[in-house]
């Protein structure tokens, strides 16, 4: 018992990563309409300046120095993609950020090299007793953050000017801009907001008991897809029931996997797909995805 009950508590740390990177492809999709595929770049990219950065500012200052950057550099990306037209098509647009993920991804794999960079961050390897089974701070500190600034978003986009935008544009974009809704901007600040969730993601998925970043980091968005689809690409709160979900199925995996036999091996790795499938078979728009009306 006390042994599923740890798997679970890890599958729940594990997804509250997970939700930081799919909120940054939730919120990038409600603002651009298009699927951002250089996330797992961006993510690699503010893990990587907060290792370089550590020695000179230390770790709260390379933090908010690699999250701005990051920020910046997510922005720029949003620039260049408006720069294919307000009327571009939304598979044009994800068509580029693939394109700026190899750019980006490569660059960084030709710096980090096969090294595996330490973070330096606060919580080191110091494990507490959570009652029957010791959990690192690390962890703890990975699910108390995550909570914190998803709800941020979630309250952005309840209570916020940008988010009565974003859920303007999101209903109708050309009605949105004739009510004075500057959806450009609203688009930026959807891209900065992306890239510093990523930042943070990256340094949880770099800490303790992970041994550190490496230039394989960034493909954890790839296992956050999964999680950003079955929850509703266009849902914050699906978002994180999602990631939650994929997160504690693969740490169930991962953690009975040898009672699986054969058909265990590897299945960790597949598990968040298998349950995408299976939830998409139910439910085609994901668990809380928004359903299209059309006046006839």
């Known amino acids: 018992m006390n042994t599923f009950v740890e798997t679970l508590f890890n599958g729940l740390t594990l997804g509250s990563v997970y939700a930081l990177v799919t909120v940054g492809f939730v919120v990038v999709f409600k603002a651009s309409g298009a699927m951002n595929f250089a996330h797992g770049s961006l993510l690699l990219l503010g893990g990587y300046l907060v290792a370089v950065l550590r020695d000179d500012l230390g770790f709260a200052g390379a933090l908010t120095a690699a999250a701005g950057c990051t920020a910046a550099a997510a922005g720029l990306l949003a620039l260049v993609l408006r720069a294919a037209g307000p009327g571009a098509p939304a598979h044009t647009l994800t068509i580029l950020t693939i394109g700026a993920d190899l750019i980006l991804s490569t660059d960084l794999a030709r710096r980090l090299g096969p090294d595996i960079l330490g973070l330096a961050d606060p919580w080191g390897d110091r494990v507490v007793d959570l009652g029957p089974f010791p959990v690192a701070e690390a962890r703890l500190a990975s699910l108390a953050v995550s909570v914190l ?148």
């Open 149 to 296: 600034l998803v709800g941020a978003v979630l309250a952005a986009f309840r209570w916020s000017r940008w988010g009565l935008a974003m859920r303007a544009a999101t209903q109708d974009r050309e009605a949105a801009a004739l009510m004075g809704v500057r959806q450009q901007r609203v688009r930026l600040l959807a891209w900065c907001v992306a890239g510093v969730l990523a930042t943070v993601a990256a340094v949880f998925l770099a800490s303790f008991p992970a041994p550190g970043l490496d230039r394989t980091t960034g493909t954890v968005a790839l296992k956050a897809l999964p999680a950003a689809i079955l929850g509703g690409i266009d849902s914050v709160g699906g978002a994180l029931l999602g990631s939650m979900l994929v997160g504690v199925t693969e740490a169930l995996v991962a953690g009975y996997h040898q009672h699986l036999g054969a058909a265990g091996q590897g299945l960790a790795g597949v598990a968040p797909y298998a349950v995408m499938v299976l939830v998409l078979l139910v439910r085609p728009r994901g668990l809380l995805g928004s359903k299209e009306t059309s006046r006839v």
